[in-house]
């Protein structure tokens, strides 16, 4: 259709190129008001929820006595954790920065289940109801509890492949794993819907309110349910006063009784792209001109990146809004049938390059 693939050249871009090329999810049939990305937007939160999918929840303790959970998409078969065979391939879902589980992520989910993936939700310390075990919430780009997740994903089930799909704020977790990670980070590809790559601008840019007061709230409640331990280490009458995102992150993260530190020195160690150069997996950022919530594409987008890296791939859509893509039915997402061709491709290329080069597959 009308979408670019901005990337190096190379024989797994021409690979993309075809693949995508062909696949119908690219080809028409879009929402019929496709140039009003903040009208997507209310869509989207005022669409009426589908019946929940059946989740199993298992809570895994970190290395500091934290604790994260995953939450097991649960098939027609009854069992977590996918019984359609010990290889499937495991998919792991990063929601948003504020932890909050779209209809869109669980959409994604569902489609990934349907097409024999292994779909798992991670959620961050604190949040969709993991309980707080430390006074310690994670920053906007520390990867450390992921990293002990998919080290833990790779011993439940280690002859699967290991894929990851984050949303919108969510991104910014995922791609500090892969620059910090490097070639060990365990995953055989990742996608991005709708990523944001520069935090600190992000955070200092006036973002609608349609999307940061929903955020924001959901945020608070959470929390709230946390003032009690939290309230060693947070001013917590300043952190539930935070009339933006912005606002409530300085307070987490940065004027804490414990390490203040400065807004500046923050951002050095958490925006998603300090480490991209290290970065070695395939990742596929899916991105529309028009979203309204990552801001404009000129300063946005770090196109000399997808320009200089083998590993980066830029999906370009005019229009499309955040997380949106949408296309007939109402409520349905093209953006999700794009990453799943894409995970296809992927893994079809990998397994041609394995034979061509008669690599033995890793045990």
Not at 267 to 273: A, G, Q, T, V
Not at 315 to 342: D, I, K, N, S
Request: glycine residues 10%; charged residues 20%; contains cysteine.
């Amino acid at each position: 259709g009308c979408c670019r693939l901005l990337c190096k050249p190379s024989a797994l871009a021409q690979h993309l190129v075809r693949s995508l090329g062909r696949s119908a999810a690219l080809r028409g049939g879009q929402w019929p008001w496709p140039r009003w990305p903040r009208l997507q937007m209310l869509q989207q939160l005022l669409q009426p929820p589908e019946p929940q999918p059946v989740v199993s929840r298992e809570l895994l303790q970190l290395s500091d006595a934290g604790l994260v959970a995953l939450d097991w998409l649960v098939g027609p078969w009854g069992a977590a954790g996918g019984g359609g065979g010990v290889s499937n391939p495991v998919l792991l879902l990063i929601p948003n920065a504020a932890g909050k589980v779209t209809e869109g992520l669980l959409q994604l989910g569902l489609r990934a289940l349907e097409r024999g993936f292994i779909p798992v939700i991670f959620n961050r310390r604190g949040h969709n109801g993991c309980p707080l075990t430390t006074p310690r919430l994670q920053p906007f780009g520390d990867p450390g509890d992921l990293r002990e997740a998919v080290t833990y994903l790779r011993c439940r089930h280690p002859t699967a492949s290991l894929l990851a799909v984050s949303e919108g704020s969510g991104s910014g977790l995922l791609l500090a794993y892969l620059g910090e990670s490097g070639s060990s980070s365990h995953l055989a590809a990742a996608a991005c819907l709708s990523p944001i790559f520069r935090g600190r601008d992000w955070f200092e840019a006036a973002m609608p309110w349609l999307y940061e007061w929903p955020l924001l709230l959901h945020l608070k409640q959470g929390l709230s349910r946390y003032a009690g331990s939290l309230a060693e280490t947070v001013d917590m009458d300043r952190l539930l006063g935070s009339r933006s995102l912005r606002e409530l992150e300085e307070s987490l993260f940065c004027r804490t009784r414990s390490r203040p530190t400065s807004w500046e020195v923050y951002w050095e160690r958490n925006e998603p792209l300090r480490d991209a150069d290290e970065a070695a997996v395939p990742v596929l950022c899916l991105c529309s001109a028009d979203d309204p919530v990552r801001g404009p594409a000129a300063r946005s987008l770090p196109t000399e990146l997808f320009r200089s890296s083998p590993y980066f791939f830029l999906l370009l859509t005019p229009r499309g809004g955040h997380c949106g893509f949408p296309r007939r039915p109402p409520g349905r997402c093209w953006g999700h049938e794009a990453v799943l061709e894409y995970f296809r491709a992927m893994g079809e290329f990998l397994r041609t390059e394995e034979r061509r080069k008669g690599l033995p597959r890793p045990r």
